[in-house]
């Protein structure tokens, strides 16, 4: 099976992958990105490197990240630790900014990735003419 007729790879991967980027963003966001109205008192060196960044910088970060790993290499470090990969409908061999951004900014706003059709595939990834794979023999 090719990646472009491998069915959608499985919801709770993709929400793992997510998660393991949008972590990432938050520790990037406490670093450079610091809220200063965030209490330095009373909390622990965990709790501060997770959630002392601003939350707008964060979601501006996962953005950024999310529009050009996918447009350029099809995936994010989330998807890649878990063998995923997003690929065009069309079959085009990369996902390309247009479509990464209309997918990015879909799933920035939530709703749209989280309403799903009986393949698996999320409303963004619909509307960008996109799906994400399970990569390799592990699909």
Same mark, same amino acid.
Request: contains cysteine; glycine residues 10%; aromatic residues 6%.
């Given at each position: 099976?090719?990646?472009?007729?491998?069915?959608?790879?499985?919801?709770?991967?993709?929400?793992?992958?997510?998660?393991?980027?949008?972590?990432?963003?938050?520790?990037?966001?406490?670093?450079?990105?610091?809220?200063?109205?965030?209490?330095?008192?009373?909390?622990?060196?965990?709790?501060?490197?997770?959630?002392?960044?601003?939350?707008?910088?964060?979601?501006?970060?996962?953005? +950024?990240?999310?529009? @050009?790993?996918?447009?350029?290499? =099809?995936?994010?470090?989330?998807? *890649?630790?878990? %063998?995923? $990969?997003? &690929?065009?409908?069309?079959?085009?061999?990369?996902?390309?900014?247009?479509?990464?951004?209309?997918?990015?900014?879909?799933?920035?706003? +939530?709703?749209?990735? @989280?309403?799903?059709?009986?393949? =698996?595939?999320?409303?963004?990834? *619909?509307?960008? %003419?996109? $799906?994400? &794979?399970?990569?390799?023999?592990?699909?």
């Amino acid at each position: 099976m090719t990646e472009q007729t491998t069915p959608s790879a499985l919801v709770p991967r993709r929400l793992v992958g997510i998660g393991i980027d949008w972590i990432l963003c938050l520790l990037i966001s406490s670093a450079f990105f610091p809220d200063p109205s965030y209490p330095v008192d009373g909390v622990t060196v965990i709790e501060r490197a997770f959630l002392a960044g601003s939350t707008f910088a964060t979601l501006a970060v996962w953005a +950024v990240q999310h529009l @050009v790993l996918v447009a350029t290499l =099809g995936s994010t470090i989330g998807h *890649r630790v878990l %063998g995923l $990969r997003v &690929v065009r409908e069309d079959g085009a061999r990369a996902v390309g900014f247009g479509k990464a951004a209309i997918r990015t900014a879909l799933l920035a706003l +939530v709703i749209p990735a @989280v309403v799903w059709g009986p393949d =698996g595939r999320g409303l963004h990834d *619909r509307l960008a %003419g996109t $799906r994400i &794979v399970a990569i390799g023999a592990a699909a």
